[in-house]
């Protein structure tokens, strides 16, 4: 008796264990394929309830929509946002800041006068980026990423976290910097939670983090956009012109629409390039000779029309008839806007439209 109870109690285990085996090897066989591997961001960072907010937001409705549609928009920049990021030794999913900066729109302006893809303000391209008449760097998707993977590193170099370094990108290191030594505490969660930083920053940080996590795991959080290899990227390289030249003319001389020297150097405010010797444009790659041929026969009568100074005659006077500037038209002439105007000198009034 004692026999027939064992062997049945056995027997019972017996089949319990074989089942749990079958369901084990089962899922295993099953998860790999239909459940993807989280993957941590290449950079520290404490988690926070705000982070997590942040995710569900962007996860639902039109947050979803927006994200999916601005990662699709910004797929042709990513690649070379990337390489720079790699270039100065920053985590790669820095590139991601540029995605609540602006939603990789190049011709971004927001309220309080920032500008282009990374939202620099006049104030804070340092020896980075050039602003003048003639050209404005905040606006060249190429040029802006240099400045900002710079400034990026800086910051942290300085406070060494990211959260940091981050916040600092919105309010300013200096700004920062002063918020740590008032509140006694370099923990940027406490920093925001107790009011010492705006609340522009203070959302700014976790809509990062968020961004960052639901971008890198996209198909984990079932989110779907055009990645870069899915796009068409315009090769294209730069060529250093000796002189100015009018854009529009050099589009007619070499084939290429005008619309493509726009995209490929959108800091232009004018069909005009700067009067400079060395002004470096971006052209379609391949297009060397050409371009070089058409730049080389292109007329200066292209730059701009001649007008002949009369009596009365004032810089001011003459720019404000052909709507330009006394810059321009200093730059153009090569003149001192305190030089003075005799009668019968010819001056070129730059063609800006």
């Not at 959260?163 to 920062?176: D, S």
Request: charged fraction near 15%.
């Amino acid at each position: 008796m004692h026999y027939h109870y064992s062997f049945h109690h056995n027997f019972f285990l017996f089949c319990i264990v074989f089942f749990l085996c079958i369901i084990s090897i089962s899922a295993t066989e099953i998860a790999p394929a239909n459940t993807p591997i989280h993957i941590p961001l290449t950079m520290k960072y404490v988690d926070n309830a705000l982070i997590e907010k942040n995710k569900q937001q962007y996860l639902s409705g039109f947050g979803k929509t927006w994200l999916q549609n601005t990662m699709s928009k910004g797929a042709m920049y990513r690649p070379f946002i990337q390489k720079k990021a790699e270039e100065y030794d920053l985590p790669l999913c820095i590139e991601f800041l540029a995605v609540i900066e602006s939603g990789y729109n190049t011709n971004a302006v927001s309220r309080s006068g920032a500008v282009g893809m990374w939202q620099f303000m006049s104030n804070s391209v340092g020896n980075w980026l050039k602003i003048n008449d003639w050209v404005d760097e905040r606006k060249d998707p190429w040029l802006a990423t240099d400045a900002a993977m710079k400034k990026l590193k800086i910051n942290y170099d300085y406070f060494d976290d990211w959260a940091l370094a981050i916040g600092a990108y919105n309010m300013g290191l200096g700004g920062m910097n002063q918020a740590i030594k008032k509140a006694g505490s370099r923990d940027f969660w406490y920093l925001a939670e107790h009011g010492y930083v705006s609340n522009q920053t203070a959302t700014y940080v976790p809509r990062f983090f968020a961004i960052a996590d639901l971008i890198t795991n996209s198909a984990e959080y079932g989110l779907t956009f055009n990645q870069p290899w899915q796009v068409t990227i315009l090769p294209n390289t730069i060529i250093k012109l000796d002189r100015q030249i009018n854009l529009r003319q050099l589009a007619e001389d070499t084939g290429i629409s005008y619309s493509i020297y726009q995209y490929l150097n959108p800091s232009l405010n004018h069909i005009l390039t700067p009067p400079e010797n060395d002004y470096q444009l971006r052209i379609p790659e391949g297009c060397n000779a050409l371009v070089d041929f058409a730049v080389t026969n292109q007329d200066s009568s292209n730059i701009g029309i001649t007008y002949t100074v009369s009596k009365g005659d004032t810089l001011w006077g003459i720019a404000k008839l052909y709507k330009t500037t006394v810059d321009q038209l200093c730059n153009v002439n090569k003149r001192n806007k305190q030089s003075i105007l005799s009668i019968g000198t010819i001056l070129i009034v730059p063609i800006l439209k």
